[in-house]
């Protein structure tokens, strides 16, 4: 059976969360994201709230508890707030679900057809790391921009340039690295991009291994990352501790402008990691000459690295729950393909630097 055909794209991303409307808030004051979508007991659902926020392509959905035996309450006591969820848009929900059930890779995959106004959503779940899971979602029987449940927000217009999500990445246990990617190679019809080992990745202290799987031409962008064993701890292992389990550890925003993206985010109160001043010194002759000033660059801590295709400018922002583990990447390609390798030392000699402060390294 071919594979080219089963999947589309990231459709929205779901994170179960201590306080909903404390989160959704934070995304559309500090981030630009407009509050679009509303489900809770106005809206016929008893047990949860969910706000559903968008910008650009992106769509993120806030869900939070209404009382201690919801199992909403039980993921964020456990995990704190995270990613629960990242739902996949399918052409042919049937022909996806044969491809998955045929090769066997995949274990658990449970259907469900939920019923609306806007006609009938066929879903169904499959679980991955941690407790991850990827809903699949075929919208063909379904006519509304909204998910069941949900009511339409009327909300002003908030955007910073925030495009669409470039890669979501998740964070596993030491050794685990490769059978994930089995997962979504053989078990979901992606391909496997690259690697990075601990090579590549270590610093003085810490190291860790990456993969990066895609599906359709990069419309769907995967990187896996494992701790590996470094003097110190590993900043995954910080995350695994902490999140006390496999997770989501960012999610990256490409955007057209990050210096523009960068400056209002900053102007609002987002925090980003910081770049030694040194970083720049050497950075023309690093990547050659770009567009951006440099010292613009400097002064905001935007990355840049380069690779055959192009350049990229990045940065990260400094964890958004309470816990050290969940971040937003910001990115923007100028023709590269690739995922900063240039930039792992400085980030995470950044990231260790925050570690440290947390008594954690
Ligand atoms: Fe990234």
Request: proline share 3%; glycine share 8%.
């Amino acid at each position: 059976m071919s594979t080219d055909n089963l999947f589309n794209s990231v459709d929205t991303i779901e994170f179960y969360v201590g306080s909903a409307k404390q989160w959704a808030y934070f995304h559309e004051k500090a981030m630009g994201f407009r509050i679009v979508g509303y489900s809770g007991p106005e809206t016929g659902v008893r047990d949860r709230i969910s706000y559903l926020l968008q910008q650009g392509e992106v769509r993120l959905i806030f869900t939070g508890f209404l009382s201690r035996a919801s199992e909403i309450s039980r993921h964020v006591e456990l995990h704190g707030d995270g990613v629960k969820d990242i739902a996949i848009d399918v052409n042919d929900l049937e022909s996806t679900l044969s491809f998955i059930r045929e090769n066997g890779v995949v274990k658990s995959v449970e259907t469900k057809n939920l019923k609306g106004d806007s006609g009938t959503l066929a879903t169904a779940k499959l679980t991955t790391f941690g407790e991850t899971v990827h809903s699949l979602r075929d919208y063909g029987e379904w006519d509304s921009d909204l998910p069941p449940g949900f009511k339409e927000v009327q909300s002003p217009e908030a955007n910073l340039g925030v495009k669409k999500v470039d890669h979501v990445v998740g964070n596993v246990e030491e050794n685990k690295m490769d059978p994930w990617v089995n997962y979504y190679v053989k078990g979901l019809g992606f391909r496997q991009l690259m690697s990075f080992d601990d090579k590549d990745i270590s610093t003085e202290y810490s190291a860790l291994r990456s993969k990066v799987v895609e599906y359709g031409g990069r419309k769907i962008i995967f990187p896996i990352n494992e701790p590996a064993i470094g003097l110190k701890k590993s900043q995954i292992q910080e995350y695994l501790d902490y999140y006390e389990s496999p997770g989501v550890q960012h999610i990256a925003l490409a955007t057209d402008n990050i210096i523009e993206s960068v400056r209002r985010m900053k102007s609002k109160g987002i925090q980003f990691l910081e770049t030694p001043g040194t970083y720049y010194d050497e950075l023309e002759e690093r990547v050659g000459k770009i567009d951006e000033d440099i010292d613009v660059l400097r002064e905001l801590n935007i990355l840049v690295d380069r690779d055959d295709d192009g350049y990229l400018l990045q940065i990260f922002t400094q964890p958004i729950g309470d816990r050290p583990t969940f971040f937003y990447e910001l990115i923007q390609r100028k023709g590269a393909t690739s995922f900063g390798k240039g930039n792992f030392k400085a980030l995470f000699e950044s990231i260790e630097r925050e570690q440290a402060k947390r008594g954690n390294l």
